[in-house]
């Protein structure tokens, strides 16, 4: 018998798209294969490495643990999302280029979703929280410091720019703070 489909509508990366995928399709699959959005990255695909977290109305979340249908009505932002609506890099991806924050670039799409939401719940940082930040991303190429340097140097760009809200962390049409709390990290 063939697996019952079944539809599903989310607001990815601020475009209302609308799938049709079997219960069991992975979060994950569902961007990378049916939306073509194959930024967001598959490494272990049990909630381990952190490769394939996105945004989930705003909060980070492993896309390999999710199934797509309980994304429904859901806005999403992968690490497509995250560049500003004028083209120009945020302050994570901007802080990642600064501080050479990565090496072969598989674990970055994580690294810089799971930054951007936890920035919005701790604006400044500490350098051992800013490890705690990453401590649920594994790179597997241990580029760890320039990474831990990233984060502070994010937190130092976002307090540099304190109007600019971080795509995928605002409510469509509000301009919301900065210090808006209710971000979690990746869980
Ligand atoms: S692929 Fe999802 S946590 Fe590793
Ligand atoms: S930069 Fe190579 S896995 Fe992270």
């Known amino acids: 018998m063939a697996e019952a489909e079944f539809d599903v509508r989310m607001t990815v990366n ?8 079997p ?30 977290t996105v945004l989930l109305d705003g909060v980070a979340v492993r896309s390999c643990l999710l199934l797509a ?19 120009t890099l945020s302050a ?11 090496q072969c670039g598989f674990c970055t799409p994580g690294f810089l ?19 705690e930040i990453i401590g649920g991303n594994l790179c597997r190429c241990t580029g760890y410091q320039n990474i831990v340097r990233a984060v502070l140097r994010a937190a130092e760009l976002r307090a540099a720019e304190p109007g600019a ?23």
Do not use: K, M, W, Y
């Open 14 to 21: 601020g475009v209302t798209r609308d799938v049709r995928v």
């Open 69 to 87: 249908v309980s994304a429904d009505g859901a806005r999403i932002t992968t690490v497509e999302g995250l560049t500003r609506p004028d083209g």
């Open 23 to 52: 219960s069991r399709r992975l979060l994950s699959d569902c961007l990378r294969h049916d939306l073509r959005l194959t930024g967001t990255h598959v490494g272990c695909e049990h909630g381990v490495c952190g490769a394939c």
């Open 113 to 131: 979703t799971t930054i951007t939401a936890a920035l919005e719940q701790n604006p400044a940082p500490t350098e051992d929280e800013a490890r």
């Open 165 to 187: 809200a971080e795509p995928g962390t605002a409510e469509p049409g509000t301009a919301e703070p900065r210090a808006a709390a209710g971000q979690a990290g990746t869980p």
């Open 92 to 102: 994570v991806q901007q802080a990642f280029a600064d501080c050479h924050g990565l």
